[in-house]
Every structure is written in structure tokens, then in C-alpha cells.
């Protein structure tokens, strides 16, 4: 079986974190997704609309996840991947370069991210409805 794992906040879920997640799984048989927590986040100085549960059940109920983890820091990447034994380490490609470093574990592969749509421009286009 290979395993997947992938990363992100996944806040104001849109069809480019639908797409993604699906391509993410189209590279293996199960799909993790480590999901940043709402303290992880204050760190990153980013706030999500919606709390860390609600995001949990949302991914949960995509089909193509099959396992939603914590995210508590930015350094324990390498440990999920030891311990869920990933074969492939996904992430949008905006991204590219920034875990290369992990190739010594699995394979990083880099997605394009979908254009036109991202929680950034959600939010940007409903701050002008206002």
C-alpha cells in the first residue's frame, strides 16, 4: 500500500483543496492530511475562519481522505512521515523547494495549485461585497 501525506489549514474548503486532496490520492491508496491546528496556526500569525474541529470533520468527509492528523509545529513533518510510513509527501507547488529536504524519506512532489480559486481570494472577493 502507498501512503500519501500532505499538509495545510484548510480553511473556507473550495474545489482547489477538493482537487488537490484528489490528486494527492491519485499518487497512493491512502491519503493523510495533516491539518494545522488552531494554536499552530496563531503561530504562523494566521487565523482561520473556522476552529480545528470543524475543519477535522469537513476533510474527514471527503472520500479521498482517509486520515486527518494534527499539525502542532512546523518540525514535525519528518516524524509523521516515519510514523504513518508515507511513501509520498504532497504539497502545493507554491511551495516547490521549500521540503526538499524530506526527499531523503519519500518522495516530495509538488501539485499545481488550482487557478483561479484559493481561501486568499475568497476573502479578498468578499471584503468588495462589503
Not at 50 to 74: F, G, Q, S, T
Request: glycine share 8%.
Amino acid at each position: 500500500m502507498k501512503r500519501v501525506i500532505t499538509y495545510g489549514t484548510y480553511d473556507l474548503l473550495h474545489w482547489g483543496h477538493i482537487r488537490l486532496l484528489k490528486r494527492a490520492k491519485q499518487l497512493g491508496d491512502y491519503l493523510i492530511v495533516g491539518l494545522s491546528t488552531d494554536e499552530f496556526n496563531a503561530i504562523k500569525g494566521k487565523r482561520a475562519y473556522h476552529n480545528y474541529e470543524e475543519r477535522k470533520m469537513m476533510l474527514e468527509a471527503i472520500r479521498y481522505v482517509d486520515l486527518v492528523i494534527p499539525e502542532n509545529d512546523w518540525g514535525q513533518k519528518p516524524e509523521d512521515i516515519a510514523m504513518y510510513h508515507a511513501d509520498i509527501f504532497v504539497m502545493g507547488d507554491d511551495w516547490r523547494g521549500k521540503f526538499d529536504e524530506l526527499g531523503q524519506l519519500c518522495q516530495v512532489v509538488y501539485l499545481p495549485r488550482t487557478e483561479g480559486i484559493s481561501t486568499t481570494k475568497i476573502k479578498e472577493d468578499l471584503e468588495k461585497l462589503t
